[in-house]
């Protein structure tokens, strides 16, 4: 049974933004030379309101909470060209004003490093916010949590033990992430990753070694092993120190 009285809609602030904002702009071709690229604040703010009140009703949450990335970012700090590949690529016009709606509007929380992937996480698995609690995301990695997440792009709900997402975070730290530039493991994809991990999925120790022992075989050594699974952690309540307000680094201990 729904206690839909005491359960809360965990949203992917930057997404939902994201979203809302890029279906609003409209090209316009003045003459056979000029175009111009428009789009109406409003119009934007209405979508992005329409689309979490939606996701609100269809998951049966009385709260809604939105998580949003900081302006500082930890995994830019241990690694220069995490998402260098994104460097200069323009965000949608009115991509700003919807996370300034969201701030004055809804109940959101930003953590100083962290992105909006790693908010999710830690309020998915503290007791920062009480009751039940559903992530509402597109973003695959948050599989890495062990949660209850609803993908926009999906229909169901999807459930995630923490041996799932022990062994998912271990995928990640092999696979990498092309699109954030963590070039992970070479020659292993997600398919390879998957094969060699699930055998020892029950021990986070075997799990480890296999990880090791495959970045070995490419000649790179632990520490850079290492740095790739602290870049595909997204932070869970025990990967931040809530009191200094900084993420907690990884360490094979910890899983």
Known sequence: MIDYN?????????IIAFMSSVQMEEPIKWDDDTWTLHASESKSIDKLCDTIEYYRQILFCKNVVIALSSKTNFRKKIYSLYKFNRKGMRKPLTYVPCLDYMRENFNTYEMPYLEGDDVLGILATSDMIKGEKVILTKDKDL???PS??????????TEVSEDEANLNHMIQALQGDATDGISGCPSIGIK????LLEPVKD???KMWEVVLNQYKKQNLDSKYALLMARLTRICRASDYNFERKRPILWKPTTI
């Open 6 to 14: 005491n359960r809360t809609m965990l949203v992917d602030g930057d």
């Open 143 to 145: 599989k890495t949590i």
């Open 148 to 157: 209850t997440i609803w993908f926009m792009q999906g229909d169901d709900y």
């Open 192 to 195: 390879t990753a998957t094969r």
């Open 203 to 205: 021990s986070p120790k």
